[in-house]
């Protein structure tokens, strides 16, 4: 691993976030991250700073924000003093999205439960599953896709 003050190579930071460099290079490309200064041989070159932002970057991806979101969080940070009421609006916003898609997500399986439930283990021509899922009006109501 770098030591904190050290600059590596794209390779490098690659391994020790866990991000791949196609993506560190489309990070750059969008700006997410700073493009870095290069070697004289023409190799890129990262700080503390990338690794810390890109780290951002991928720990915001995990819980799944989105990039506009994330460019939004990263102006914010950019400004220590500014009021955090956008940040936490912006994580209401996407709890709001998990929330809607645990909701959908519970409604899939009960709409599963009830097929396995209802299943004979007869015959393939005779089963609740397969014939459920030919005729849509046989579910229990709509079910948005998860």
Known sequence: MAKADEHVTI???????????????????IGLIPAPPRTSSNRRL???????????VRH???????????????ALQDRPD???????????ERLGEVERKIAALTALKGELEAM???????????????E?????HLCRGEHPRA
């Open 11 to 29: 390779g490098a930071l690659a391994k020790a976030t866990g991000v791949k460099v196609p993506t560190i290079r489309f990070y750059e490309e």
């Open 82 to 92: 500014a009021p955090c009421a956008e940040a936490d609006a912006i994580a209401r």
């Open 60 to 74: 915001a991806r995990d819980l799944g924000f989105d990039l506009p979101a994330i460019r939004a969080l990263l």
């Open 132 to 136: 459920t899922l030919g005729d849509h």
């Open 46 to 56: 990262y700080g503390p700073a990338a690794r810390s932002r890109l780290g951002f």
């Open 116 to 130: 396995v439930r209802s299943c004979a283990h007869g015959r393939v021509a005779d089963c609740r599953v397969i």
